[in-house]
């Protein structure tokens, strides 16, 4: 990579780009590649674990038992949590960072890119195992839920093969994060561009780089917790087995290590986007960049303490210690509103396809956020753990916050990624379809819970409050599953019929935005020293640049 | 400007009013333990509001009141301010301030949620197991167990005396259940190989629905059971005429 003073001049393609043959694509290290891979694979997943849920939606829409068995119901829940949380939004962020942190601080790819193309095999590897733990038949699929609470999941009590499938689908996906991790924090540490300060750096990668951080504190632990447990099954062991003198709390302890920052790697990276598309379609720079930045630290930095928070009703931690640092952890996620609102303010604002996502993002998250707060508190959390508030609560975050984001990154990136417009028209169908339906959906949970609706069960007595809710968030689902047909016909349509998106369709702010769409295969040809964080904004404006 | 606030305050009053009777979606405790964790409850819903209306209408109002409207040129740039010093301390110090004064309240309820009498009226002890409950009170020789079910079906019933407080001794001997009766809004998680204690004082008579809250295989939904609360006349009545039918059988 040259730094001259020019304007970058990138290669134009004319024509479509050259399309990459089958083996190619699943053989190339160029990041922008392995990222395309990563986010098509993981949005795979999340049409295999919306069907699930479709199928569970339906299963619960009237009391009695109807659609599936008990024992389908118990593996279908398991599997549709596992495959969202480790196989969807997570290797989604990966698969952006992947496309985006080069691009973002100048770099001509990852800084390992064999290591990352591994990284990918190891991913679409366990998720081929994670789904076949759902369906092994000898002895019955995994069905012990996606925390696998011992004892439930030793040999006695789950005797399937389905368990060990999936105990090795999810330290591959582990190991997958951690290599992810450490080939993100090189590349970030070593390769920006000159200019690109850390205080330079865009959001997304500054959340990526958090997030990276969280995945190596907390994925090896939890492989030691996985390899125990299958020890415990396979070769005798009793760490977790109380008839052995092991204790299940442990399993607890270690899996909620992992599962809270989890947690956070599941929505770091989509702040992120938010934090990259608000700007761009307020036409205004952040508002508070240094504040937002110490805000995603300090969420990494508190989310390493606030595992028990889901121990509340074990009566084996310390509750109120957990529960401050959980109520805590509110006040960097306040600083964010805070920020984003912040940015909008006084700006001349275009409701894009992917600022109707953010807004979307905006309005669920905070129902997500205001509820969590809540949680927070262990006397609150006796009557709410492990009923479907808490499930509410965990879909305002996770599917009104990180995938609606994820829809928002798609519309955003999308142009850069193929050089073609997604049809804006159809995504704000979408956009209202996956918004209406979102919340029809879970908003009737949160009644639920507060009934007293326990979550994991397969149906329910008639007539003690749990119908009339049920039924709506079934409806619910349909209107959201409109949503995601009419957005992969979106996709579909918009590759055939290519509307040409040009460099920069929307006046973007970060260094992918000054090259073409999508890049040839060094990224950038020149590259301009990098005066703020957001460098295409410079260019275009060299009279307001600082 | 000054007139609309003179209107709304007595209207704000009001609503606030009827904020602070409303239950939110919640049960109210049938238990003492649970009528706290109600009003702790009803003091985090009522502090949610003003913030999410806050936030929601600062999001509402730039949304509208900034948008880009047909008129303007297309190319138009929003103002190119890039923080506020003032501003972002104050969004940082404020929701401080919020967490702090709800971490005292739910820490004060929780040490009285948690306090467990010396000398409780009644002890009950309860086994959780695949997929059923056992019920039983030590110093009177009687028990009552699940019949075991993959269905629906009236699940065994713990009756307890009406203002009462009563011991539950809590222990599951396979895998974890957890113990929970929505209308005390408490539950409590069972772990093999531990032993939990936690005191009930029921402030209403009446039938209340329970079930196992920590999924525990196969059958875990149907794994239901009830608390039938009467006064302690008709408790002891009931003891007498339980013991006397076992003691037949």
Redesign the interface.
């Known amino acids: 990579m040259s730094v001259t003073l020019e304007r970058p001049v990138a290669a134009q393609p004319e024509e479509p780009p050259r399309r990459l043959g089958p083996v190619e694509r699943l053989t190339s290290t160029d990041h922008k590649n392995i990222g395309i891979l990563y986010c098509v694979t993981a949005f795979g997943f999340f049409l295999v674990g919306g069907a699930l849920a479709g199928l569970m939606r339906v299963e619960l829409a009237e009391p009695a038992r109807q659609v599936v068995s008990?024992?389908a119901y118990?593996t279908m829940f398991t599997i549709h949590g596992t495959v969202m949380i480790f196989l969807f939004v997570a290797p989604f962020g990966i698969g952006l960072a992947n496309y985006l942190i080069p691009l973002q601080i100048g770099a001509p790819d990852m800084a390992f890119p064999r290591l990352n193309l591994t990284s990918y095999w190891f991913f679409a590897g366990a998720g081929l195992l994670i789904l076949l733990s759902g369906v092994a038949s000898t002895g019955g699929g995994a069905?012990?839920?996606w925390y696998a609470?011992t004892?439930?999941s030793e040999m006695r009590?789950?005797p399937g093969v389905g368990v060990d499938l999936w105990i090795l689908g999810i330290a591959l996906v582990a190991i997958s994060n951690v290599m992810g991790g450490v080939n993100i924090l090189t590349t970030v540490f070593l390769m920006r561009a000159p200019g690109m300060t850390m205080w330079r750096l865009p959001i997304f990668t500054w959340n990526m780089v958090v997030t990276a951080i969280l995945g190596l504190v907390a994925f090896p632990p939890a492989v030691a917790a996985f390899a125990l447990l299958f020890i415990d099954r396979r070769l005798g062991g009793h760490a977790f087995d109380?008839?052995g003198g092991g204790?299940?709390?442990l399993y607890q302890h270690l899996f909620w290590f992992l599962g809270h920052p989890e947690v956070y790697i599941l929505i770091l990276p989509f702040f992120g986007i938010i934090t990259e598309v608000i700007p761009v379609f307020?036409?205004?720079?952040?508002?508070?960049?240094?504040?937002l930045v110490l805000a995603t630290i300090a969420i990494g930095a508190l989310s390493m303490g606030v595992w028990a928070h889901h121990m509340f009703?074990?009566?084996?931690v310390n509750?109120?210690f957990f529960?401050?640092m959980s109520?805590?952890i509110?006040?960097p996620t306040?600083?964010k509103?805070?920020a984003?609102?912040?940015t909008?303010?006084?700006?001349?604002?275009?409701?894009t396809v992917p600022m109707l996502f953010a807004?979307g993002f905006?309005?669920n998250f905070?129902?997500g956020g205001?509820t969590g707060?809540?949680l927070a508190?262990?006397?609150?959390d006796?009557?709410m753990?492990?009923?479907y508030f808490v499930v509410a609560h965990f879909h305002y975050t996770i599917m009104g916050g990180s995938v609606f984001a994820i829809f928002a990154g798609i519309y955003f990136w999308f142009p850069k990624m193929t050089g073609a417009m997604l049809r804006e028209r159809l995504g704000r169908v979408v956009a209202v379809l996956l918004f209406v339906g979102f919340n029809l959906t879970f908003w009737p949970q949160?009644?639920l819970g507060?009934?007293?609706f326990?979550?994991?069960?397969?149906?329910?007595?008639p007539d003690?409050g749990f119908d009339t809710p049920n039924l709506v968030s079934t409806f619910g689902y349909f209107v959201m599953f409109a949503g995601v047909v009419l957005f992969l016909a979106d996709v579909a349509v918009s590759l055939r019929r290519r509307v040409p998106a040009g460099d920069d369709p929307w006046?973007g702010n970060s260094l992918e935005w000054v090259t073409s769409s999508p890049p040839p295969d060094h990224n950038f040809d020149a590259l301009r020293p990098i005066r703020s964080e957001r460098p295409a904004f410079d260019l275009r404006?060299p009279e307001?640049a600082p | 400007m000054r007139r609309a606030g003179r209107r709304a305050a007595p209207a704000t009053l009001v609503l606030l009013g009827t904020a602070c009777s409303g239950s939110f979606g919640m049960p109210r405790g049938a238990t003492e333990q649970g009528a706290d964790i109600f009003r702790l409850w009803q003091i985090f819903f009522i502090a949610a509001i003003p913030v999410a209306g806050v936030v929601y209408g600062l999001i509402l109002w730039s949304v509208i009141r900034y948008r880009r409207r047909r008129s303007d040129d297309p190319d138009a740039l929003g103002s190119q301010f890039r923080g506020n010093h003032r501003l972002e301390l104050a969004y940082m110090g404020i929701p401080i301030l919020i967490v702090i004064g709800l971490f005292a309240a739910s820490a004060a309820v929780e040490v009285r949620v948690d306090a467990v009498s010396s000398d409780p009226d009644v002890t009950v002890n309860v086994e959780a197991f695949q997929w059923g409950w056992g019920f039983t009170y030590p110093g009177e020789g009687v028990t009552i167990v699940s019949p075991p079910s993959g269905e629906f079906v009236a699940g065994p019933q713990m009756v307890l005396p009406l203002g009462q407080t009563t011991r539950i001794v809590l222990t599951a001997n396979d895998v974890i259940h957890a113990f929970w009766v929505p209308d005390f809004l408490y539950k409590h998680d069972a772990i093999p190989g531990r032993t939990f204690v936690f005191d009930l004082t029921p402030t209403r008579t009446g039938t209340f629905y329970g079930e196992c809250a920590e999924f525990c295989g196969l059958n875990h939904a149907y794994m239901t059971f009830s608390v039938r609360v009467v006064p302690p006349a008709e408790f002891a009545t009931w003891l007498v005429l339980l013991r006397a039918g076992q003691a037949a059988a």
């Open positions: 008990t024992q118990n069905a012990m839920g609470y004892p439930l009590y789950s109380p008839l204790d299940p709390a307020s036409r205004k720079p952040l508002f508070g960049y240094l504040g009703t074990t009566g084996v509750n109120p529960s401050a109520l805590l509110a006040v306040g600083v509103f805070f984003w609102t912040g909008m303010w006084k700006g001349k604002i275009s409701f807004l905006l309005l905070l129902i205001v707060v809540m508190s262990a006397p609150i006796f009557h753990n492990d009923s949160f009644v507060l009934r007293g326990p979550r994991r069960y397969v149906s329910y007595p003690i006046g404006h307001l």
